[in-house]
T-cell receptor, first 109, second 112 residues
């Protein structure tokens, strides 16, 4: 069983829809990362959170430490949000990150 | 903002060649990482380094080695490239284990 599981693996939606991507983890963590990878490969860190909720523009990340679950929401989705979204948790004294498999999001105009 | 720069975006090498992938970060981060990314397998850690001349094996170190002679530079070496090392390679750095990770743009390596 993977230590970090994301769902769904693929998600296609229409522009303007509200998007939710989920991440569940089985290890104890101090913080959880959400990353975005556009076609072409580069990865950008979106959020690092250890409790509650963080918001940046149309992106919102929440985490429930007790339930070992985090969600990434996108409001008013746009085709430029099309990317792979990856959650990651630190392990091994927080020196290493373990990654989910990623969620491929496609927003159609 | 932190910049992590990988020496090549695309690389084609022949089987058996020795391949060097270079990564440089400009924010004095202690931790640096090399990952490979393959369809269906996600990101997997090859090696990481938490200080100059220090290295730790990740989950898939076989066939690879690393070098960190200076804090800002972390090199991944494929001693004798094989076709199963065709992949996207990503370098990352962070200030500490709990810090935000910054990634390079990736190197797509093809071994023929």
């Amino acid at each position: 069983k993977n230590e970090v599981e994301q769902s769904p693996q693929n998600l296609t939606a229409q522009e303007g829809e509200f998007i939710t991507i989920n991440c569940s983890y089985s290890v104890g963590i101090s913080a959880l990362h959400w990353l975005q990878q556009h076609p072409g490969g580069g990865i950008v860190s979106l959020f690092m959170l250890s409790s509650g909720k963080k918001k940046h523009g149309r992106l919102i990340a929440t985490i429930n430490i007790q339930e070992k679950h985090s969600s990434l929401h996108i409001t008013a989705s746009h085709p430029r949000d099309s990317a792979v979204y990856i959650c990651a948790v630190p392990i091994q004294g927080a020196q290493k990150l373990v990654f989910g498999q990623g969620t491929r999001l496609t927003i159609n105009p | 903002d932190v910049k992590v720069t990988q020496s090549s975006r695309y690389l084609v090498k022949r089987t058996g060649e020795k391949v060097f992938l270079e990564c440089v970060q400009d924010m004095d981060h202690e931790n640096m990482f090399w990952y490979r990314q393959d369809p269906g397998l996600g990101l997997r850690l090859i090696y990481f380094s938490y200080d100059v001349k220090m290295k730790e094996k990740g989950d898939i170190p076989e066939g690879y080695s690393v070098s960190r002679e200076k804090k800002e530079r972390f090199s991944l070496i494929l001693e004798s490239a094989s076709t199963n090392q065709t992949s996207m390679y990503l370098c990352a750095s962070s200030l500490s284990g709990l810090g935000k990770a910054f990634f390079g743009q990736g190197t797509r390596l093809t071994v023929v």
